[in-house]
């Protein structure tokens, strides 16, 4: 059975987490990040994909009770497909925003008024994907439950935008456990844990001395 210890050990075996602190990553904000992660990648893995909705399907019995589930597009909706399937619950996916032909939906499957509805995202950096989501749903109106993703970075950004949007959250893995991890199967180097601590507490600070000194 998966916890979270071995998916971030399988995280990284399967290169869907990278951490690279002498050599960091760029996000699409342009950020400078030691860590990336494309979780997508699990879902080439049939062993790896079954044994992360065993611990997913276990987690999400931690919530208040639940009859739908909705994905965050785009790489939220395999992972949350494969919830619903297993839990035999009806499936939706929020986009990032509404198309712009047919009937230009933001939300696509059925959502019913008073729902309640768990969130599935693969991933929380900001939780504004997240919680974009989570907004459409309520407008339905439906009640969501709260999000569960695969990883979080622990953010500090992020705890605070879930608990203004009112809004539980919990992840199957998490930073700090692919720091143990890979410190433990010696990945990274002991002077790493600490700047990799470092950009978690502030990565707006940590992104700029990088600019700065590089």
């Known amino acids: ?14 290169g869907a987490v990278r951490i690279q602190p002498d050599k960091p990553f760029t996000w699409a904000s342009g950020l400078r990040s030691p860590i990336y992660c494309d979780n997508r990648i699990l879902l080439s893995h049939p062993e790896i994909r079954t044994g992360l909705i065993d611990l997913m399907t276990k987690v999400a019995k ?13 790489a939220g909706i395999a992972h949350g497909a494969l919830l619903a399937d297993r839990l035999k619950m009806p499936f ?14 933001l939300i696509e499957g059925e959502i019913k ?7 599935v995202e693969d991933l ?26 695969i990883f979080q970075y622990g953010l500090p950004i992020a705890r605070d935008a879930f608990d203004n949007a009112e809004c539980p959250f919990k992840t199957l893995t998490d930073f700090q456990t692919i720091i143990h991890v890979a410190a433990d199967q010696k990945m990274i180097e002991p002077h790493h844990i600490e700047l990799l601590n470092q950009w978690s507490a502030n990565p707006q600070a940590w992104s700029a001395h990088y600019l700065v000194n590089n």
Do not use: C, W
Not at 1 to 7: E, Y
Not at 92 to 105: F, I, L, M, T
């Open 1 to 14: 059975m998966f916890n979270n210890q071995i998916l971030a050990a399988k995280l990284l075996e399967t």
């Open 62 to 74: 931690d919530f208040e009770f639940f009859d739908t589930v909705a994905g965050v597009a785009t």
């Open 92 to 105: 939706a996916y929020v986009r990032s925003k509404p198309k712009d032909h047919g009937r230009q939906n």
């Open 113 to 119: 008024s008073n729902a309640k509805v768990l969130v």
């Open 124 to 149: 929380i950096s900001t939780g504004m994907s997240s919680l974009q989501a989570v907004e459409a749903i309520r407008q339905v109106p439906a009640n969501v439950t709260g999000v569960i993703a």
